[in-house]
């Protein structure tokens, strides 16, 4: 079966730091480009950020540049984000995708079922 899944949320305080990891099951995650997606209550699912397959290039949203750091191990099938400086706007359920192409949604194939990211305190 083919699947990811994702770890590493729960509450922080503002300014406080959470890493998520992204694993996959069922195929070889580094072939893949793999995307974070946050859904905040109320509002529109969207991209945070992406990595391509070798790491060689990634992205970040505006809003979590020089705060976010997206990164991957393909010798144990992982990929992490590493949040730091976190902020109540962070808060949101945080997905993983995997896909041929980091260019947004369209360009993942494979979904986690996401996991929740409170910042409050």
């Known amino acids: 079966q083919l699947q990811l899944v994702e770890s590493g949320g729960g509450l922080v305080q503002p300014g406080g730091s959470l890493r998520l990891s992204c694993a996959a099951s069922?195929?070889?995650?580094?072939?893949?480009?793999v995307g974070w997606f946050r859904q905040a209550p109320g509002k529109e699912r969207e991209g945070v950020s992406c990595?391509?397959?070798?790491?060689?290039?990634?992205h970040y949203a505006d809003s979590v540049k020089g705060r976010f750091t997206i990164s991957r191990d393909n010798t144990v099938n992982l990929v992490y984000l590493q949040m730091n400086s976190l902020k109540p706007e962070d808060t949101a359920v945080y997905y993983c995708?995997?896909?041929?192409?980091?260019?947004?949604?369209?360009?993942?194939?494979?979904w986690g079922k996401g996991i929740l990211v409170t910042v409050s305190s």
């Open positions: 995708a995997a896909g041929p192409y980091c260019l947004g949604e369209e360009g993942m194939q494979y």
């Open positions: 069922g195929f070889t995650l580094g072939y893949y480009a």
């Open positions: 990595i391509t397959s070798s790491g060689g290039f990634t």
